[in-house]
């Protein structure tokens, strides 16, 4: 299975899985949404499956395209492992912030 980053580095692809998040789309509904020709949505939610980003169903003629939860959830795990490390810098980013804040204030009250 293709890397999750790589597959998400494409912002056609990024545009796609958008469009399908809310629920299931046909190629020509993509087209319409992604703005590019039947044959590179086509070709690109080759890719979305062969990464199992999206799940195929035959309807008729038609073929509706839907987005698994999977890579979502591996998503969303490295995304939290990683929270805390975001999280601390950040909230040593904002006191300090606040800190030079206070201080200016301070000399700003100064006769």
Known sequence: MPDVFQVLADPTRRR???????????VSEL????????PGVSRQLAILEDAQFVVVRPEGRRRLYALRPEPFRELSQFVTAYRAIWEGRLD????????????????????
């Open 92 to 111: 040593r980013f904002a006191a300090e912030l606040d800190r030079r804040r206070r201080t200016k204030v301070k000399k700003e009250k100064r006769p």
């Open 16 to 26: 796609l899985i958008d469009a399908l998040r809310h629920g299931e789309r046909s």
């Open 31 to 38: 087209v319409e949404v992604v703005d590019i020709g039947q």
